[in-house]
């Protein structure tokens, strides 16, 4: 079956520009959780969704938020782009939220 | 808060040398230990995990890990190494929420691995 799908795979923006991630998780997965992967500071965890429901959050500012749809996909927002915001965005699916995650390719996010 | 250890960041071996990747973390609770692997130009894929039962765990590709509670370790280890284990490796925790599902993962900073033929 088709894995994790992030869309799309890299972005160019400059800085107070907003943004908008997709993530389209495996056929029957429900829970979708959202990853920044930079250099410095490694994966570090933003949020998670379950039923169209933020059920889990990372320690990241109000500036990144998300959604999930009824059908499971999700989406990443970022507003007011910074420098900083320069990273790898991963997003990852399970059937419930406590099986190990399924991990797409990400979406390569630059900021001039 | 969690976090997680890995005490190799570069680690080169020759062809059928034995392989093993330290991790530590940091939590009081009950967790998840789980190793990724993420070769070049892919995406993060499990190796293997652990969440309860035989402290010994098999994954793909030969590799194991052991869960030692008494030191909050999850070391990697494989017993002969090919240049194809060529890779970056994750060890990663969670704790699973009572209601329902589990933390997000909490990773180490990653081990980029080098097997020379």
Redesign the interface.
Same mark, same amino acid.
């Given at each position: 079956k088709a894995g994790v799908t992030q869309t799309p795979r890299y972005l160019i923006k400059t800085r107070g520009q907003q943004v908008t991630l997709s993530c389209s998780p495996i056929s029957g997965h429900r829970s979708v959780s959202w990853y920044q992967q930079t250099p410095g500071q490694g994966l570090q965890f933003l949020f998670e969704y379950f039923s169209e429901t933020q059920r889990n959050k990372g320690n990241f500012p109000g500036r990144f938020s998300g959604r999930q749809f009824s059908n499971s996909r999700s989406e990443m927002n970022v507003s007011t782009l910074e420098l900083g915001d320069s990273a790898l965005y991963l997003c990852a699916s399970s059937l419930l939220g406590d099986e190990p995650q399924h991990f797409g390719d990400g979406t390569r996010l630059s900021i001039l | 808060a969690q976090s997680v250890s890995q005490h190799n960041h570069h680690v080169i071996l020759s062809e059928a040398a034995s392989l093993e990747l330290g991790c530590n973390y940091s939590y009081g609770g009950t967790v998840?230990l789980?190793w990724?692997v993420q070769y070049p130009g *892919?995406?993060? *894929?499990?190796l293997l995990?652990y969440f309860s039962g035989d402290p010994l765990v098999k994954g793909i590709k030969g590799f194991e890990a052991e869960f030692i509670k008494s030191k909050f370790s999850f070391n990697l280890r494989k017993p002969s190494v090919q240049w194809s284990d060529t890779a970056e490796y994750?060890c990663?925790v969670n704790a $699973? $929420?009572s209601g329902?599902?589990?933390?997000?993962?909490?990773?180490?900073?990653?081990t980029h691995l080098i097997i020379q033929p």
């Open positions: - | 998840n789980f990724y *892919q995406h993060l *894929q499990l995990k994750f990663a $699973r $929420r329902g599902g589990a933390d997000g993962l909490t990773f180490g900073k990653g």
